[in-house]
C-alpha cells in the first residue's frame, strides 16, 4: 500500500500531534499521506477525499470508525482503526503498536473483511445507512410505546417497550449486547431484532436473515394517543417520528471493508476486551 488518508477524532488528538506523528513515519518511507478534512461539526466534507486511497486510517475509538465508515460508503476504501479509545471492538491496532501495523501494509496486501450494513428509510421519505445499528425508541416521558415488527409485510410480533433494536452482526456488540441481545460474529449477514426494557416476561432476541425486509410501526398509545418516537442510525443522525409512520430496514448494497493484521479469532478478541466488564 502506497496511499494513505488519515481520519482523526479530534477529541483524542486535539493538537493533532499523534496525527502528525503517523504522517511523518508514513512519508519517512517514501509513501504518500493526506489528512481528512472535517467541517466545523466533524464530518468529512464531501468532495474533499482525493482518488485512489488504498487505506483509511482511523484515529479514535469505535465511533469515530463507524462515523468513518458511513461518511466513506462510496469511496470503497478498506479502514484501519488505531485505538485511541476504550475496548475497541472494531479498532484493530492499539495506538502504541501502529508502526509495526504500519510495516506490514507497506510491505504487503493484508485481508479485508468485509461487513454487512443496512439502510433505513423512514417514513417513506428519508434515507440512512448504519454500520451497528437502528434503533427506534419513545421520546419524552418514560413511558412504554407500542411498536409493531413486521417482516417481509407480515406481523412478527409486536412489543410495548422503551424501544427495539434492529443491529447488525458488528453491532451485536453494542447497544444489542447491553440491551441483552445475542452477540454475533461479525462477518456474518443477519438482523438481530432486541426489544428495549420491554413490558413483557418473553422478549427474546430474533435472528432474520439479511435478505428480509424489516419494517418497524409506532402504534397508537393507550386510548388511541398519539405517540412519539426518535429514530437513531449508529446512535449518531436522529428522525422524529410520530403514530402511523413506518421505518423499513433492509441489508444496504454497500459494505464496510475492514483491514484485518491480526489472526486472532472474533471470539478470542471479545474475551481479551470483556476482561473486568
Given at each position: 500500500?502506497?496511499?494513505?488518508?488519515?481520519?482523526?477524532?479530534?477529541?483524542?488528538?486535539?493538537?493533532?500531534?499523534?496525527?502528525?506523528?503517523?504522517?511523518?513515519?508514513?512519508?519517512?518511507?517514501?509513501?504518500?499521506?493526506?489528512?481528512?478534512?472535517?467541517?466545523?461539526?466533524?464530518?468529512?466534507?464531501?468532495?474533499?477525499?482525493?482518488?485512489?486511497?488504498?487505506?483509511?486510517?482511523?484515529?479514535?475509538?469505535d465511533g469515530t470508525l463507524i462515523r468513518a465508515a458511513r461518511?466513506?460508503?462510496?469511496?470503497?476504501?478498506?479502514?484501519?482503526?488505531?485505538?485511541?479509545?476504550?475496548?475497541?471492538?472494531?479498532?484493530?491496532?492499539?495506538?502504541?503498536?501502529?508502526?509495526?501495523?504500519?510495516?506490514?501494509?507497506?510491505?504487503?496486501?493484508?485481508?479485508?473483511?468485509?461487513?454487512?450494513?443496512?439502510?433505513?428509510?423512514?417514513?417513506?421519505?428519508?434515507?440512512?445507512?448504519?454500520?451497528?445499528?437502528?434503533?427506534?425508541?419513545?421520546?419524552?416521558?418514560?413511558?412504554?410505546?407500542?411498536?409493531?415488527?413486521?417482516?417481509?409485510?407480515?406481523?412478527?410480533?409486536?412489543?410495548?417497550?422503551?424501544?427495539?433494536?434492529?443491529?447488525?452482526?458488528?453491532?451485536?456488540?453494542?447497544?444489542?449486547?447491553?440491551?441483552?441481545?445475542?452477540?454475533?460474529?461479525?462477518?456474518?449477514?443477519?438482523?438481530?431484532?432486541?426489544?428495549?426494557?420491554?413490558?413483557?416476561?418473553?422478549?427474546?432476541?430474533?435472528?432474520?436473515?439479511?435478505?428480509?425486509?424489516?419494517?418497524?410501526?409506532?402504534?397508537?398509545?393507550?386510548?388511541?394517543?398519539?405517540?412519539?418516537?426518535?429514530?437513531?442510525?449508529?446512535?449518531?443522525?436522529?428522525?422524529?417520528?410520530?403514530?402511523?409512520?413506518?421505518?423499513?430496514?433492509?441489508?444496504a448494497e454497500e459494505t464496510t471493508r475492514l483491514i484485518k493484521?491480526?489472526?486472532?479469532?472474533?471470539?478470542?478478541?471479545?474475551?481479551?476486551?470483556?476482561?473486568?466488564?
Amino acid at each position: 500500500m502506497d496511499n494513505f488518508y488519515i481520519i482523526t477524532n479530534r477529541l483524542k488528538d486535539q493538537d493533532f500531534r499523534i496525527t502528525r506523528e503517523i504522517q511523518a513515519y508514513i512519508e519517512s518511507h517514501q509513501k504518500h499521506c493526506v489528512i481528512s478534512r472535517k467541517d466545523a461539526e466533524g464530518h468529512i466534507i464531501p468532495g474533499s477525499v482525493p482518488e485512489g486511497m488504498d487505506c483509511a486510517l482511523v484515529l479514535g475509538g469505535d465511533g469515530t470508525l463507524i462515523r468513518a465508515a458511513r461518511e466513506l460508503g462510496g469511496y470503497n476504501i478498506p479502514l484501519l482503526g488505531i485505538n485511541m479509545g476504550t475496548l475497541g471492538y472494531l479498532t484493530e491496532v492499539e495506538l502504541p503498536y501502529f508502526r509495526s501495523a504500519l510495516d506490514k501494509l507497506f510491505s504487503g496486501e493484508p485481508d479485508v473483511e468485509e461487513r454487512m450494513m443496512m439502510r433505513g428509510t423512514v417514513a417513506g421519505k428519508i434515507e440512512n445507512v448504519a454500520m451497528n445499528d437502528i434503533v427506534v425508541t419513545r421520546e419524552g416521558n418514560l413511558r412504554v410505546v407500542h411498536f409493531g415488527i413486521y417482516v417481509n409485510g407480515s406481523l412478527l410480533n409486536s412489543y410495548l417497550a422503551d424501544g427495539v433494536i434492529i443491529s447488525t452482526p458488528t453491532g451485536s456488540t453494542g447497544y444489542n449486547l447491553s440491551a441483552g441481545g445475542p452477540v454475533v460474529d461479525p462477518t456474518a449477514s443477519m438482523f438481530v431484532i432486541t426489544p428495549i426494557c420491554s413490558h413483557a416476561l418473553n422478549t427474546s432476541s430474533i435472528v432474520l436473515p439479511a435478505e428480509d425486509i424489516i419494517e418497524v410501526e409506532i402504534c397508537e398509545g393507550r386510548y388511541g394517543r398519539t405517540e412519539q418516537a426518535l429514530v437513531y442510525f449508529d446512535g449518531a443522525d436522529m428522525v422524529s417520528v410520530s403514530t402511523g409512520d413506518r421505518v423499513v430496514i433492509q441489508k444496504a448494497e454497500e459494505t464496510t471493508r475492514l483491514i484485518k493484521l491480526s489472526k486472532e479469532s472474533f471470539m478470542k478478541v471479545m474475551r481479551e476486551k470483556m476482561k473486568g466488564n
